[in-house]
């Protein structure tokens, strides 16, 4: 082979492997996770819709706990910026039940909570009573037509910024979780949960104490997720979650014991920061 071609080659072959590091290596930097782009978040959302109007109301829900206080339930009570959703005029209090703090409501009467939005509208003729064509024509309301109205929640939520990473894998063991949280059982998780993730029910109180008629239907609905979110090559995380639901017919039955679902694991731990047991110690309101 002749020299020059062989040096030729040989300078051929060095540029492509400087380039190819140089590509890797801005496909590493990428993809690396940025510190500075952490954010420990924990999320409690208490949904409360009645179909008729209740009277003499007070409801226990369940909260996320550790160490018998609940930095979500104290959120609520001192009115925090981290109150994100909360109807006009409601007041929240901490109650220590014999299943532990959780989130108190009181009402003298609570009328069901219904979305108006407009009707469909019609097209007006074009001018010369001639047919208008399609996108021609002014949208007008139909004389004589109402608002369609749709029964909805109430939505109680408040969000928590954590300093410390949250341990989205044994929340149980070292974070606030739903509770009361009574014989936690392994159950099979459904496809979209991810490989690692593990999934259990539990048992768990709720408190319902009303007069109304005796058709009347209230569904309660409680969610509490806690997640790591960061910048690498993308946005991405992991998390955990919990919800538990009641549907109770008539007059508020008292105390009741209902099934909570439970996930944990849900998302990617490759560059995440490590869980320290006191993450939840101290929350701050985002």
Not at 37 to 42: L, P, R, V
Not at 70 to 98: K, R, Y
Not at 108 to 129: H, K, S
Not at 152 to 168: H, K, M, N, S
Request: proline residues 10%.
């Amino acid at each position: 082979m002749d020299r020059r071609l062989r040096v030729a080659l040989v300078v051929v072959a060095v540029i492509l492997l400087v380039a190819a590091g140089a590509v890797g290596f801005a496909l590493y930097q990428f993809t690396r996770p940025v510190p500075e782009s952490y954010t420990h978040t924990a999320e409690y959302r208490a949904y409360v819709q009645p179909d008729a109007t209740l009277t003499n109301v007070t409801l226990y829900l369940p909260l996320p706990v550790e160490n018998g206080s609940s930095p979500a339930g104290d959120a609520l009570v001192a009115g925090s910026p981290g109150v994100v959703d909360a109807p006009p005029g409601w007041s929240f209090a901490v109650e220590d039940t014999a299943y532990g703090p959780m989130l108190a409501l009181s009402f003298p009467t609570l009328e069901p909570n219904y979305r108006e939005r407009p009707p469909p509208r019609t097209v007006d003729p074009a001018p010369g009573g001639t047919t208008a064509a399609p996108g021609t024509g002014t949208p007008t309301l139909a004389p004589g037509r109402t608002p369609i109205r749709t029964l909805d929640y109430y939505l109680v939520g408040v969000r928590l910024a954590f300093a410390e990473p949250i341990d989205t894998r044994t929340p149980a063991d070292s974070e606030p979780v739903l509770r009361p949280r009574l014989n936690a059982t392994d159950v099979r998780c459904d496809e979209l949960s991810g490989e690692d993730a593990v999934c259990r029910r539990f048992g768990t109180r709720m408190y319902l104490s009303y007069e109304a008629p005796e058709n009347a239907t209230v569904d309660v609905l409680v969610t509490y997720e806690g997640y790591n979110e960061w910048f690498a090559g993308g946005w991405t995380g992991n998390s955990f979650r919990q919800s538990t639901r009641v549907v109770a017919t008539g007059d508020g039955p008292g105390w009741v014991a209902v099934e909570g679902e439970e996930t944990t694991g849900v998302g990617t731990y490759r560059g995440a920061p490590n869980a320290v047991v006191d993450a939840g110690a101290v929350a701050v309101a985002r």
